[in-house]
């Protein structure tokens, strides 16, 4: 009797002890999931303003400049002229609406819909329409990266592009883009005034801070490679793209 006595106290303990260790538990998992979610918002709201950065605000400013023109053009009387950034001007809108559809209905990436190939050579004829720079694309090899290099390819070639048309004072660039063995490298090199190793990189602030820490994330870099008169070539590469990133 003294035996079962002491026995039903130890069970009972061991029985809250239990629902206490199930309920820690409980607690310990939806935490984890609160931390999981939070994470989730975050690298969307950082998804966003990267979109919102590489398509719209670029359509933006690409409006502003295109407006610009055409005032330029109205002021020297060359109507014919003029009424050419009027048509630039509407496709450009055209396209800024476009990417804000596809930004809201956050499918897949912006611009990236027809490949990487496709939306290279959208955005080198956009820029040779919208500044006369003759820009040659060339990407080879591209249908088996995934849409998460594909993305990060193009942001990087429309970083740089930008840069091209409002700091190089250049008149043609070219676009190559080539893959082996699961690599990417992707090349945006123009002719325009470049600058002295060494020296700061005009506008450096302007995304490509940014675009190494998304190549370095990536296990990839960024080269920057410049001489004066001698044009500037940026080279963003992704050495090591995982088997389970390709198509």
Same mark, same amino acid.
């Given at each position: &009797?003294?035996r079962?006595r002491?026995w039903?106290?130890r069970?009972?303990?061991?029985?809250?002890e239990r629902?206490q260790?199930?309920?820690?538990?409980?607690a310990?998992?939806a935490?984890?999931?609160?931390l999981t979610?939070?994470?989730?918002?975050?690298?969307?709201?950082?998804?966003?303003?990267?979109?919102?950065?590489?398509?719209?605000?670029?359509d933006l400013?690409?409006?502003?400049?295109t407006?610009?023109?055409?005032?330029?053009?109205?002021?020297?009387g060359?109507?014919?002229?003029?009424a050419?950034?009027?048509?630039?001007?509407?496709?450009?809108m055209r396209?800024?609406?476009?990417?804000?559809r596809?930004?809201?209905?956050?499918?897949?990436?912006?611009g990236?819909?027809g490949g990487?190939?496709?939306?290279?050579?959208?955005?080198?004829d956009?820029?040779?329409n919208?500044?006369?720079v003759s820009?040659?694309?060339?990407?080879?090899?591209?249908?088996?990266?995934?849409?998460?290099?594909?993305?990060?390819l193009?942001?990087?070639?429309?970083?740089a592009?930008?840069?091209i048309?409002e700091?190089?004072?250049s008149?043609?660039?070219?676009?190559t883009?080539?893959?082996t063995?699961?690599?990417?490298v992707?090349r945006?090199?123009?002719?325009g005034?470049g600058?002295?190793?060494?020296?700061?990189?005009?506008?450096?602030?302007r995304g490509?801070?940014?675009?190494?820490d998304l190549?370095?994330?990536?296990?990839?870099?960024?080269t920057?490679?410049?001489?004066?008169?001698?044009?500037?070539?940026?080279?963003?590469?992704l050495?090591?793209?995982?088997? &389970?990133s390709?198509q």
């Amino acid at each position: &009797m003294t035996r079962k006595r002491l026995w039903f106290p130890r069970v009972h303990d061991l029985v809250a002890e239990r629902d206490q260790l199930a309920g820690d538990l409980r607690a310990a998992q939806a935490q984890i999931t609160s931390l999981t979610e939070a994470a989730v918002v975050l690298d969307e709201r950082e998804r966003l303003a990267r979109e919102i950065h590489d398509t719209i605000a670029q359509d933006l400013t690409n409006l502003v400049l295109t407006v610009q023109r055409g005032r330029r053009e109205l002021r020297y009387g060359n109507a014919p002229a003029a009424a050419t950034q009027l048509v630039i001007l509407e496709d450009s809108m055209r396209r800024a609406l476009k990417d804000t559809r596809a930004l809201v209905a956050s499918g897949v990436p912006v611009g990236i819909e027809g490949g990487l190939t496709t939306a290279l050579n959208q955005l080198g004829d956009q820029v040779e329409n919208e500044t006369g720079v003759s820009v040659t694309v060339r990407a080879r090899g591209t249908a088996q990266l995934s849409t998460e290099t594909e993305s990060l390819l193009l942001h990087c070639a429309r970083e740089a592009l930008a840069n091209i048309r409002e700091h190089s004072g250049s008149t043609a660039a070219s676009v190559t883009v080539s893959t082996t063995h699961g690599s990417a490298v992707l090349r945006v090199a123009d002719n325009g005034r470049g600058f002295e190793p060494g020296d700061h990189i005009p506008n450096d602030g302007r995304g490509l801070a940014k675009m190494r820490d998304l190549l370095v994330t990536a296990h990839g870099n960024l080269t920057v490679v410049s001489s004066p008169g001698k044009g500037t070539a940026l080279i963003a590469s992704l050495p090591d793209i995982p088997p &389970m990133s390709l198509q």
